[in-house]
């Protein structure tokens, strides 16, 4: 029996037609008992009495071009899925948000990067399924892959991850200056009668984008359902026709259905993990798309053991040829991937691994122990995108720009948008929406619904400068002047920037940006320079950014979570998924000279909101790094006690004097100067 008939069971499963959550049944193309023959549009009874008008897949396949894989072809399942809203949507996000305007090529979109990220995927699959075919991989599963690669980006908001940092902002916000939102909150109760629903502690793009799978299902009149996950999708609308919505083989006019398990498989991909509420009835403890014997097919899309996958191999790419025209390609990795078993890389983190408090034994995606050198520039290409793209300094500061605006218009009531609940014409969604009880919500909590969240794309400040052009001249004061110098590319500056290194070290790097900001309002004093006049330095004049920029593992070596095999070995990926060869943990006299002498670079920057005080604020900024760097390099025992007054025109004075805390254990307070700022503050 060949790998497209045989069936996947547990061991001693009974072969029968029982929904399981943990053992899907493979279904044949070729004896007809799961396959739907061809019929056109046609009406469908659904078990509630409800009748619906249903119409079969399109058998078109498309070929799309694209500007790193040339022509991606589409398959009728895909074409079907690309057609609805949300990834539709992905067409006005861009991938890189703010960088165009440090890079004006980084124009490409998430939908351009999904459809790379669906051909790498489909790739790869194909790739294991012809080297490795004891293993069983269906034309199915491929397909299943390719759709969960186009769907795992559909989650992000506006200007991408500049969202989730608005996001973030706002909930702190909302905790320690609840009076900004008194008068909107007020409004909306008694508007609505309800209370503003809270921000969760922690916002992640992966759990939205599960969300608009379920939305992008329910456009098509289709859902999961959880109690057949062995049958087709259930029908709960119209739209296609679940029996006739899936695999097409080549030559055939029939069609292997999509089940409710294949899109649960989807989901779990996209999401790398067991799903839980409320994409699952419960919190499942394990993968229930595919058996065990397939967990190397979680890997593909969303890598969780170590980091690489198709989704990085495409923006990594993508990314450095839009900006700086540089070529990186990393496809000998894919085409040399292949299924081994190798000792779980992250115990602690694995789901599987973190219950047995050890690491255990995974079928991974490995690589022939040659191609460590190649592994390693594919994680050097992260840390390099970070530090020249994705953390440039003009693409971080229209970011902050960006973020700030949105901030302000999430205060302001007129700035609600609806959730069309009452529109009838409006899209379908998945049942747990059928009872939502907001019409309206702020841009902070788009995302609590699918018909919201679909026209969160970059054209929200389209929408948000033209309310406040209708509105009279007084409205909005504080979102009038963020908007003109947005429009006006004038962005905050970046005044300063030091190696957390230079400045405190790990201790200093465990404060967050607000208690460094504190710490930094210390070394406030008057600036009283012949052009600018007297400046107090403010809270809101500047902000501070941590940055991290790393190969993706941290202070670790990403090359050392990843399995290599011997030559020797190779005879044995033929082998059994138990039989497979042990694929190790690369030794580090193996490491190729290009490995980096440190994995991880931190530091800190300081933004200038306010730009008649540029100056003034660097000059403080510069004024905190230098005595951060005193204290480091003060022997043990000593304070700084007094900076004497020198004599030079750049008002620099002299070395502080060193006092032992026996002699001295008063704190020094800053002396307020009337002087141009040098490189010390004056002390009493």
Known sequence: MNSETSPRRLKGEESNNTTSLSSPPRRSNKNGDAVTPARGVRQVKSTDGRVFIVRPMSRDIRNVNDEIHDSIPMPPAIHAIIDTAPVQRTGYLRQLGCAPYAYPCCTHTRKEHSLGVMWLSGKLAKSIRKHQKQLGVTEMDILCISVAALCHDLGHGTNSHAYESFINTVRKREANHPELYKERNERFKKEFGVEIPALPKEYAHENTSLMMVDFSLAILGLEIDWENLDKPL????????????????????????????????????????????????????????????????????????????????????????????????????????????????????????????????????????????????????????????????????????????????????????????????????????????????????????????????????????????????????TLRPLLRRLRGHDFYKCVGEVEIEVVGGAELWTLTEDEIKQDIMKEDVEYDG???????????????????????????????????????????????????????????????????????????????????????????????????????????????????????????????????????????????????????????
């Not at 902050?400 to 007129?414: F, G, M, P, R």
């Not at 702020?442 to 929408?463: E, K, Q, T, Y």
């Not at 909101?609 to 000593?638: L, S, T």
């Not at 007054?645 to 032992?660: K, V, Y």
Request: charge should be negative; proline fraction near 6%.
């Open 234 to 477: 259930k029908q709960v609308g119209n739209g296609l026709d679940a029996e006739r919505f899936g695999l097409v083989k080549d030559g055939s006019e029939d069609v292997l259905a999509f089940t409710s398990r294949d899109f649960v498989f989807i989901k779990e991909c996209i999401y790398g993990k067991p799903l839980g509420v409320p994409d699952a009835p419960t919190d499942q403890k394990s993968f229930v798309g595919r058996e065990k014997n397939f967990e190397f097919l979680y890997q593909i899309v969303n890598n969780k053991l170590n980091g690489w996958d198709t989704d990085r191999s495409d923006y990594f790419e993508r990314d450095s040829s839009a900006a700086k025209r540089e070529g990186s390609n990393f496809g000998i990795l894919s085409r040399e991937a292949r299924v081994a078993r190798g000792v779980c890389p992250i115990p602690s983190k694995c789901y599987e691994c973190k219950e047995r408090m050890e690491p255990g034994i995974h079928l991974m995606l490995c690589h022939p122990k040659k191609l460590v050198g190649n592994a390693m520039n594919f994680f050097n290409q992260r840390i390099k995108n970070h530090e020249e793209i994705y953390t440039h300094k003009k693409t971080v500061s229209a970011e902050l720009l960006l973020i700030d605006l949105l901030v302000e218009a999430d205060k302001e009531y007129d700035m609600l948008l609806s959730t069309q609940i009452d529109d009838k014409d409006g899209l379908p969604v998945p049942p747990r929406f059928h009872n939502f009880a907001y019409h309206k919500l702020p841009l902070s909590r788009a995302w609590l619904h699918p018909r919201l969240f679909v026209r969160m794309d970059d054209s929200i400040l389209g929408i948000i400068e033209n309310k406040v052009a209708d509105s009279s001249p007084q409205a909005f004061p």
């Open 530 to 684: 012949d052009e600018f006049g007297a400046f107090q330095l403010n809270e809101d004049d500047f902000i501070v950014e941590k940055r991290e920029l790393h190969c993706g593992s941290k202070e670790h070596n990403p090359v050392s979570q990843m399995r290599f095999y011997a030559k020797l070995e190779v005879h044995k990926l033929h082998n059994p998924p138990e039989q497979l060869p042990l694929a190790l943990e690369v030794d580090e006299s193996s490491l190729p000279m290009n490995t980096l002498s440190s994995f991880i670079k931190r530091s800190i920057r300081l933004y200038s909101r306010n730009k008649e005080k540029d100056q003034f604020i660097a000059f403080v900024f510069e004024n905190w790094r230098c005595h951060k760097e005193e204290y480091m390099m003060a022997p043990p025992g000593c304070s700084l006690k007094t900076f004497q007054d020198g004599e030079g025109e750049d008002g620099i004075g002299s070395q502080p004097t060193l006092l032992t805390q026996e002699e001295n254990d008063i704190t020094p307070t800053p002396k307020r100067s009337k002087r141009k700022l040098g490189y010390g503050l004056y002390w009493d």
